[in-house]
């Protein structure tokens, strides 16, 4: 126990003078259904997240945390605002981001490995140097052996870390992240948010992850960012992640400061919960 608590040598978080990865401002979301008035989906609100920094959101269900991440891959226009990208305007989809959804998007008719050499191929990769490739990305993410074996026959974290891989072996220099480790078993979600952290900490990406899991974004990110609840969400609370790194997810709930920041943000983030089903969590 004594060892778990004890902090690990801090490393610096995004400073404010790194560059921009991406600026949302006074972005607002809408959706047009048919036979009944507009939905407005966000309201006019803005995120920057800075070169090298990760920053999780979190909200109650349906507040719009995963209509922000789609308009910051460029797969949603916002209905007013602008979207850039290190400084250039977001017009069509975000070249310079990977995205890593909840559900497997893994091929069933292709192996591990072709599974993470496609990802090079479509983009002009001879297949050769794809699969040489690929199987150094399955190293790093500890499925070396497994190489030749099809997503029907992985578990459902081995999977997934093939899915990491798939992204990261593009080299993107943003991560959006969408509840990815949601259908796992909690130990091995934590496993999977300590492999993200040590891939991460190798070339510090700009990542934006959204998760309904409090503790997760606390355990992963420099700053978590609370969303009202929907319609007209809007972000509400942005706390700096005063931990220090490198951290194990496991190790980091044990820490005196994980708790005082979970109150914290609990506290705010509670009433917005609270609004989407109607409970009273004041107590």
């Known amino acids: 126990m004594e060892a778990a608590l004890r902090r690990p040598v801090v490393q610096e978080a995004a400073s404010d003078a790194a560059p921009m990865a991406v600026a949302l401002d006074d972005v607002s979301i809408s959706f047009a259904m048919k036979g009944q008035p507009v939905y407005k989906a ?9 070169e090298g920094e990760f920053v999780a959101i979190v909200g109650p269900t349906g507040c719009g945390k995963s209509t922000l991440l789609n308009a910051t891959a460029g797969l949603l226009a916002p209905a007013s605002g602008t979207v850039t990208v290190f400084g250039a305007p977001l017009n069509g989809l975000n ?16 192996t591990a490995l072709d599974n993470i050499a496609i990802a090079l191929e479509i983009g002009g990769t001879r297949r050769a140097d794809a699969l040489v490739e690929a199987q150094e990305w399955l190293k790093k993410v500890g499925l070396g052996r497994f190489g030749d074996r099809y997503p029907h026959q992985l578990s459902g974290g081995q999977r997934k870390r093939v899915g990491l891989a798939q992204v990261l ?20 979600r934590q496993i ?31 700053r978590v960012v609370i969303m009202s609840a929907g319609p007209e969400a809007r972000i509400i609370g942005d706390f700096p992640i005063d931990l220090a790194r490198p951290r194990d997810t496991a190790d980091i709930r044990l820490d005196p400061r994980f708790h005082e920041l979970h109150r914290q943000i609990w506290n705010q983030l509670k009433a917005e919960v609270a609004k989407t089903y109607g409970e009273d969590l004041a107590s």
């Open 42 to 50: 966000v309201a006019p609100t803005s995120l920057h997240v800075r």
């Open 95 to 110: 070249a310079q981001a990977g995205y890593l959804f909840q559900q497997d998007a893994l091929m069933p008719w292709k």
């Open 169 to 188: 072996v593009r080299h993107p220099k943003i991560l959006l992240m969408d509840e990815p480790f949601g259908p796992l078993d909690a130990q091995t």
């Open 192 to 222: 999977m948010g300590t492999l993200l952290l040590r891939l991460w900490a190798q070339d510090r990406k700009a990542v934006l992850f959204v998760t309904h899991d409090l503790e997760e974004a606390i355990a992963l990110s420099d």
